[in-house]
């Protein structure tokens, strides 16, 4: 009999209006657990709480506008959360994005500054408030959500490249404080997988965001969310540490093989 650890646990999902989150959220729910679910478009997240309703009434689920990069109200949101959502069992740390692919001496500070703002600060604030409270309840995961763009750096991924490597150094570094409790940490840094991730990088040019997939079958988000399911239904006793997971297709951030 294969056992769940899931059932009923409280999952708190950053960035589930899209792509790797949405998934997750979808993935998670299939395993009984409570969603606490979270990014800007709230109205994304009402037709995703539908859409998962549908299909197991029972789920419980807890939707609210947040932009990881304030703040303020990262934790007012964390704080504010209803007695019965606060008791946070596994954060997962998915908001994040690219802007650009550009030198770095022709590069966007707008863009930097988002990237930085939302990947490496966002995922910080979140973290923050969540994790006192899983060391004083004695239980808890934190998975946050890399990419292979922060093990390797490819041309024009300059600043990207730098936020999710401050991802893995930030992972490594709680892991290294958090040894002494019951606590969880572990990364998941996928290569090519198709959501909006492309789209936003350039701006909302979809032809340009169809081309980064083209000739190859990309990973898919559910099986990004598969992996994030499998290393938190482990049982208490292992800890995955990181997952870097390509496409058949890949072999590293540059090397990609297109029919
Ligand atoms: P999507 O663009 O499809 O999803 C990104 C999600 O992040 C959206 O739900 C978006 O929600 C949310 N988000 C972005 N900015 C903020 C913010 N300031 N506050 C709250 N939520 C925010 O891309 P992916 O699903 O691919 O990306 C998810 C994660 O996976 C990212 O961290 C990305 O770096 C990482 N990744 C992606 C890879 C890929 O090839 N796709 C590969 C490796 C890693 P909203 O806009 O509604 O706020
Ligand atoms: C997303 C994968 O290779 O575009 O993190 O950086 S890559």
């Known amino acids: 009999m294969v056992t769940s650890f899931l059932n009923n646990q409280i999952v708190f999902i950053t960035g589930a209006s899209s792509g790797i989150g949405r998934a997750t959220a979808e993935a998670f729910a299939a395993q009984g657990a409570k969603l606490l679910l979270c990014a800007r478009r709230l109205e994304r997240l009402r037709e995703l709480e539908k859409h998962l309703k549908a299909s197991n009434p029972s789920v419980q689920i807890h939707i609210f506008s947040l932009d990881v990069r304030n703040r303020a109200a990262v934790h007012r949101a964390i704080e504010g959360l209803p ?41 910080l604030y979140v973290t923050r408030d969540v994790v006192p409270g899983m060391i004083e309840r004695g239980r808890g995961h934190i998975i946050n959500i890399g990419s292979i763009a922060g093990h390797e750096v490819y041309p024009k991924g300059n600043v990207y490249c730098a936020s999710k490597h401050a991802v893995d150094a930030i992972t490594k570094g709680l892991r290294l404080d958090l040894v002494d409790t019951p606590l969880r940490v572990t990364t998941i840094d996928p290569g090519l997988v198709e959501t909006e991730f492309s789209e936003v990088r350039f701006h909302g040019d979809k032809d340009r965001a ?19 399911v499998w290393c938190a239904n482990r049982p208490p006793h292992v800890q995955i540490g990181e997952v870097i997971i390509f496409p058949t297709s890949q072999a590293s951030a540059v090397t990609v093989h297109r029919s």
Do not use: C, F
């Open 83 to 123: 007695a019965e959502w606060k008791h946070i069992d596994i954060l997962v740390n998915n908001a994040g994005l690219s802007r650009g692919l550009d030198k770095l001496q022709e590069g966007s500070l707008d863009d930097w500054d988002e990237m930085i703002d939302t990947d490496v600060k966002g995922l």
């Open 210 to 228: 169809k081309q980064v997939y083209k000739g190859l079958e990309p990973l898919h988000a559910e099986d990004i969310a598969e992996t994030i």
